[in-house]
């Protein structure tokens, strides 16, 4: 699969190495390209390329931005390249603001969620939330010894939600479907579950899972 990666921290960089591994093609997209050069050298299967440039050549996009930026890197990506494709959204709505006793601020109120906002603005493109709820370094087949973490996703396109669950039992994870975009509005603030640990206890090496009776 042609898999294009909007967004170039961390997060888009673990996504990308993984999409590799796994005999992907990947491009990652940034507004500055200069700044990947020695990640490229490093990673040279990989390509580089605007917004545009990115979405246009995958069949399948991820998000990863800065969560108060990505309406604006998809309004670049240009709507017509976003149409009928899966977007895997790992971005979290957190406010410019400090954590209070840990637990992050979010701009979004527990009755709308970021992904809701941008599956409003872009209607024609197929939103998966996936990838919010852990850390970069454990996104890509985790070792626990409890098993396979649980990645908790949602959006309204069942296709959508099949080629994520796909790139997930490939990532070593587990899929637990919450639903239609709403349950992002769940799903998003598991971030703030997950970052109040580490803040507080400074662990930030642990996952999710969902046990069933
Ligand atoms: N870090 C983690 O462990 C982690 C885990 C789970 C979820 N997340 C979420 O995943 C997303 C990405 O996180 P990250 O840590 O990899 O990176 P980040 O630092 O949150 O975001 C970096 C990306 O945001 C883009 N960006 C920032 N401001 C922008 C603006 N004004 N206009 C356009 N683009 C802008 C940057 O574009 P350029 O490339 O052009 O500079 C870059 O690609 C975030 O929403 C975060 O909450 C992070």
Not at 11 to 23: I, P, R, S
Not at 142 to 159: H, S, V
Request: one cysteine or more; aromatic letters at 8%; charged letters at 20%.
């Amino acid at each position: 699969m042609k898999v294009g990666v909007l967004g170039s921290g961390s997060v888009a960089q673990t996504l990308v190495a993984g999409f590799v591994k796994y005999g992907h093609q990947t491009m990652i997209g940034t507004r500055d390209k200069a700044k990947l050069a020695d990640w490229l050298k490093a990673n040279p299967t990989a390509q580089v390329g605007s917004f545009s440039d990115t979405a246009a050549f995958g069949e399948a996009l991820v998000l990863a931005v800065k969560g108060s930026a990505a309406a604006d890197v998809l309004r670049a990506a240009g709507t017509a390249n976003l149409a009928a494709k899966v977007v895997m959204d790992a971005c979290n709505p957190i406010a410019d603001a400090p954590p209070v006793n840990g637990v992050l601020k979010f701009f979004t109120t527990l009755d709308d969620s970021l992904m809701e906002q941008l599956q409003k603005e872009f209607p024609t493109a197929h939103f998966v939330k996936a990838f919010n709820s852990v850390g970069a370094s454990r996104m890509v087949n985790p070792e626990f010894k409890a098993g396979r973490p649980t990645m908790f996703i949602c959006g309204n396109d069942d296709g959508a939600k099949a080629i994520t669950a796909q790139i997930l039992e490939q990532f070593g994870w587990e899929t637990a479907d919450m639903g239609k975009v709403e349950a992002a509005r769940a799903i998003e603030p598991l971030c703030m579950l997950w970052c109040t640990l580490g803040f507080t206890k400074n662990e930030w090496t642990h996952a999710f899972k969902l046990l069933h009776q």
